[in-house]
T-cell receptor, first 111, second 112 residues
Framework: DGGITQSPKYLFRKEGQNVTLSCEQNLNHDAMYWYRQDPGQGLRLIYYSQIVNDFQKGDIAEGYSVSREKKESFPLTVTSAQKNPTAFYLC??????????FGPGTRLTVL | QKEVEQNSGPLSVPEGAIASLNCTYSDRGSQSFFWYRQYSGKSPELIMFIYSNGDKEDGRFTAQLNKASQYVSLLIRDSQPSDSATYLCAVNSLEAGTALIFGKGTTLSVSS
């Protein structure tokens, strides 16, 4: 089955800790994205990558980092510099037509 | 800062009625327009996309686009309780490559 997977589904972070969220797709899409969603809010773009080994900052990149070493994978690291990381994190991918498809999401909570 | 505006709702309609969801956008260069449905606690699901002025129909859903007015809408005919969800409008932005700009969503409640 083609699709996008994210892991873990739930993640708990302690103060000062870096955590990495996984995103994998087997749709052969070139572009991948990370969004953050807070309660009652829309999706805000953190980082996006249109091709392997290249990525761009979105509107709220501070405190986050990414890598794109393989076409299928686009992991997101939430660093200790992100002061309010509790949110629902969504990974998406798209073909050239801009139609984005989302993974199931990771819910991150700071303890 | 390019923006997408939606009425947050909630929009309440009885079962079988037509639900009308509206969205305006600020970037005149936008070319691609999308509607996503998001159930509580779940990720967004693409339900419609439209690229040209006019109407596009898919089953009970109709997307309408008016680029001159920078307005896009989604009509849901014969609304069902299972349509109760938050509907997100998304628009492409030339400044952000292939990334999309999302509105905050309109919550639809269909009562039986």
């Amino acid at each position: 089955d083609g699709g996008i997977t994210q892991s873990p589904k739930y993640l708990f972070r302690k103060e000062g800790q870096n955590v990495t969220l996984s995103c994998e797709q087997n749709l052969n899409h070139d572009a991948m994205y990370w969004y953050r969603q807070d309660p009652g809010q829309g999706l805000r773009l953190i980082y996006y990558s249109q091709i392997v080994n290249d990525f761009q900052k979105g509107d709220i990149a501070e405190g986050y980092s990414v890598s794109r070493e393989k076409k299928e994978s686009f992991p997101l690291t939430v660093t200790s510099a992100q002061k309010n990381p509790t949110a629902f994190y969504l990974c998406a991918s798209s073909s050239r037509a801009n139609e984005q498809f989302f993974g199931p999401g990771t819910r991150l909570t700071v303890l | 800062q390019k923006e997408v505006e939606q009425n947050s709702g909630p929009l309440s309609v009885p079962e079988g009625a037509i639900a009308s969801l509206n969205c305006t956008y600020s970037d005149r260069g936008s070319q691609s327009f999308f509607w996503y449905r998001q159930y509580s606690g779940k990720s967004p699901e693409l339900i419609m996309f439209i690229y040209s002025n006019g109407d596009k129909e898919d089953g009970r859903f109709t997307a309408q686009l008016n680029k001159a007015s920078q307005y896009v809408s989604l009509l849901i005919r014969d609304s069902q309780p299972s349509d109760s969800a938050t509907y997100l409008c998304a628009v492409n932005s030339l400044e952000a490559g292939t990334a999309l700009i999302f509105g905050k969503g309109t919550t639809l409640s269909v009562s039986s």
